[in-house]
């Protein structure tokens, strides 16, 4: 099973990445987790990408398939994919890689979230430095690995708002794109994390009935 997550920032797709890609055994591609991790191994097309991240823009279409070139050449059966696509080119591309290696995507998940709860969500989001799990409290360190809690530097109110824009204009036609595949579920992203992958797992359970 090849799934996309698709949806506003803050609507919780990192953390049901991580849980739902360890439960169905999928392999994990978070574009922004990665270019995070690049940027601080001093990757010189992902410190390009820091100028637009921390503005709250999209890495433009050529330099992010360039710095993702070798996860989507790799990429095999069985992956979950996200923060990737986020644009119509984007999505184009990949969809001629998956062609190419004979791959299709078999279910695009949307985080349905009202603009207001995200921006209140990534007003209070923290996260562990050292492991990458994200609270909406400051504990200050994470009680899971015993890391340094921060927030993110695109968390803040005026990016924030951004992000929700961008989201709007350029990733949002990409709902009209994988509805006409047949491939689009929505799901409501609001309530708790179990709820959210409680859902997610029905309509994926639902699709093989
Ligand atoms: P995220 O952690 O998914 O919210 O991503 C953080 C930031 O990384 C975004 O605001 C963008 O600047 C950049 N980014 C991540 N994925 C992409 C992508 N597919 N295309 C362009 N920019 C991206």
């Known amino acids: 099973m090849n799934i996309v997550l698709l949806g506003p920032p803050g609507a919780g797709k990192g953390t049901q990445a991580k849980v739902l890609s360890k439960e169905l055994g999928l392999k994990y591609l978070g574009t922004g987790d990665l270019l995070r991790s690049l940027v601080a191994q001093g990757n010189p097309k992902a410190l390009e990408a820091k100028s637009f ?9 050529k330099l992010m ?3 993702i070139s070798e996860q989507l050449r790799d990429l095999e059966s069985g992956f979950m994919l996200d923060g990737f696509p986020r644009t119509l080119e984007q999505a184009e591309i990949l969809e001629s890689m998956l062609l190419q290696l004979g791959i299709q995507i078999d279910r695009v998940i949307y985080f349905d979230l009202p603009d207001s709860e995200a921006e209140h ?3 209070n ?7 990458g799990n994200i609270y909406n409290t400051n ?3 994470c009680p899971q690995c015993g890391g340094m809690l921060e927030r993110r ?3 803040e109110p005026s990016t924030i708002r951004r992000r929700l824009e961008v989201y709007h204009a350029q990733t949002t036609p990409l709902l009209d794109f994988y509805e006409k595949r047949g ?5 409501d992203a609001q309530g708790t994390v179990e709820e959210v992958t409680e859902r997610i797992k029905a309509v994926l359970k639902d699709d093989q009935n």
């Open 53 to 61: 991240m921390d503005k709250g823009e999209l890495v433009p279409d």
């Open 65 to 67: 398939v360039e710095i």
């Open 121 to 123: 969500r990534l007003s």
């Open 125 to 131: 989001r923290y996260q562990c430095k050292k492991c």
């Open 139 to 141: 504990f200050g360190i």
């Open 153 to 155: 530097q695109d968390d």
């Open 183 to 187: 491939v689009l579920r929505r799901v």
